[in-house]
C-alpha cells in the first residue's frame, strides 16, 4: 500500500474514561474554524455502550473510540523521549487514565488536506475533552494538547504544522549531532537525517525542519548529488545513503559542516 493513503490514527490522552460530547466536539470545531466543516455524528446503538462514535466532516468519515485504559506505557515514554521540547511530558502523561483513538481513512484528497482537515478535528476533540496530550500517528509524535491547539489554529496549506505529524529526533552518532525525522513517508517523501558538530543541536532542529518542510510541499525533488540551501550562498551536499539508526533506507543525509559556499559567496570573503 502506498504509505500517503494509509489510515491516520490518533490517540488523545484523557484524565478520566469519559466520552466527550459530540455536539461540544462540533462547537469547538466551528469555535475555531468557523462554517469551513459541516459536521454530522451517529449515536450509540441502542443497548450497547456509548464507547464509539462516527462522525462525518466535510462528508468524510471519522471514527472514534474509547478506550477506559492508559495507552501502553512503553509506548507513550518512547514518545516522550523522542520530543526533546517536552521535558515535562513523562511526568504530564503518567497522570492519563484513558484515551481516544481517532482514525481517519486514507482514501481522500492528498496527504496534506488529510492531515489538516484531522488537525482540526482532533483539535477541538482535545478541547471538548480537556485532553492531557495528542499522540499522533504510529511513529508517535507527541504533544501537550494545549500545544497541538496552539499550531493548528493557524495551520494551512500555507502553514503547515509539521511538528505535530513529524518527530524531529536529537541524537548523537560517534561525533556528530544528528536530528532525524520520522513519519515524512505519510508524504510519499524520504526521511531526512541532518548532521553537524558544530551547529547548536536546535539550530539543526531548525534546518531539518526547513528541509522536511520543503520535501512535504515540493514533492520527492532532493536526489542524490543534488545541494540544498536556504539561499544561492548556501550549498549543502544531497546524499541517498543507509540511516543512522536501525530502520529501512535510503534515506536523505545532509551534512551540515560539509556546506559549499556559492561563487558569490566566495569572492565577497576574499575582499
Known amino acids: 500500500m502506498d504509505r500517503r493513503n494509509r489510515p491516520l490514527v490518533v490517540m488523545v490522552l484523557l484524565r478520566e474514561p469519559a466520552m466527550p460530547d459530540p455536539e461540544a466536539i462540533a462547537s469547538c470545531l466551528e469555535s475555531r474554524c468557523g462554517e469551513r466543516y459541516h459536521v454530522r455524528w451517529d ?33 507513550w515514554e518512547a514518545a516522550c523521549a523522542r520530543n526533546a ?3 515535562e511530558g513523562t511526568e504530564v502523561c503518567r497522570q492519563h487514565r484513558a484515551h481516544l483513538i481517532v482514525a481517519f481513512q486514507g482514501d481522500w484528497g492528498d496527504p496534506i488536506r488529510r492531515h ?3 488537525t482540526d478535528f482532533v483539535a477541538a476533540l482535545s ?11 504510529p511513529l508517535g509524535v507527541i504533544q501537550p494538547a494545549e500545544y497541538f491547539r496552539e499550531h493548528a489554529a493557524g495551520a494551512s496549506t500555507d502553514d503547515l ?46 534546518r531539518v525542519f526547513d528541509a522536511a518542510y520543503y520535501l512535504c510541499t515540493h514533492g520527492p525533488v532532493m536526489n542524490d548529488g543534488d545541494t540544498f540551501g536556504c539561499s544561492d550562498a548556501e550549498q ?4 541517498h545513503t543507509n540511516s543512522v539508526l536501525d530502520r529501512p533506507g535510503p534515506v536523505i543525509r545532509l551534512d551540515f559542516d560539509g556546506a559549499r559556499r556559492g561563487l558569490l559567496s566566495r569572492l565577497l570573503s576574499r575582499r
Do not use: Y
Open 161 to 206: 504544522p509539521l511538528q505535530l505529524w513529524v518527530n524531529f529526533i536529537l541524537m548523537r552518532d560517534a561525533d556528530k549531532q544528528f536530528v532525524v525525522t520520522s513519519g515524512l513517508d505519510a508524504f510519499g517523501v524520504r526521511e531526512v537525517e541532518g548532521s553537524s558538530s558544530r551547529m547548536q543541536p536546535f539550530d539543526l532542529v531548525g
Open 127 to 137: 478541547e471538548a475533552a480537556d485532553a492531557l496530550a495528542v499522540l499522533w500517528g
Open 116 to 118: 489538516l482537515l484531522l
Open 85 to 87: 521540547f517536552w521535558p
Open 43 to 75: 449515536g450509540p446503538v441502542e443497548g450497547q455502550a456509548d464507547d464509539s462514535r462516527i462522525f462525518t466532516v466535510n462528508g468524510q468519515s471519522v471514527k472514534m473510540g474509547l478506550i477506559p485504559g492508559p495507552v501502553p506505557q512503553a509506548a
Open 236 to 239: 549543502i551536499p544531497v546524499r
